[in-house]
């Protein structure tokens, strides 16, 4: 079965009652957790935008607290599901700032959580194209924010 293109969603949904769409989002929300993470984010935080930034950045930190440093091996996929997380927290939100600022926030967390990081080629690769992907999302931004996030992203050793 293919899905309907995005167009074609959008002309059949023009044809729904408020009571079938209703049904339908939750419906969905059921079927997948992104899904109902996403309906969250839509109508509880889409309007708090920095409490939503506030809200990720604890997460992002409670579970850099929690990995296990028994084994790098551990570390290493911890740190990567953090990112992976974090990511999917960033395409929730529509703002750009948001982006840079939870990435700024992974990447300065991941830095400062163990020496054993700086000692790994892969995690300060990893580090470092996020570092790269800041850069690249700074420049679309406007220039006051620029100045601010590029001199939060100056502290950040390299």
Not at 91 to 97: D, L, N, Q, T
Not at 102 to 131: G, N, V
């Amino acid at each position: 079965m293919k899905p309907a293109t995005a167009v074609q969603l959008r002309k059949e949904i023009k044809f729904r009652s408020k009571e079938e769409l209703e049904a339908l989002c939750l419906r969905l929300a059921r079927f997948k957790k992104e899904n109902k993470e996403l309906l969250t984010y839509l109508l509880f935080e889409a309007d708090h935008e920095e409490s939503y930034v506030a809200e990720v950045k604890e997460y992002i930190s409670a579970q850099f607290s929690e990995i296990n440093t028994s084994k790098f091996y551990y570390v290493k996929k911890s740190i990567r599901k953090i990112l992976r997380d974090t990511k999917k927290f960033i395409r929730y939100s529509p703002v750009k700032e948001t982006e840079v600022a939870l990435l700024l926030h992974f990447c300065d967390t991941m830095i400062h959580f163990s020496k054993s990081i700086k000692r790994s080629k892969t995690m300060m690769a990893l580090y470092e194209r996020q570092l790269l992907l800041i850069e690249k999302k700074i420049e679309g931004l406007h220039e006051d924010l620029q100045h601010d996030y590029i001199s939060e992203l100056n502290e950040l050793p390299r």
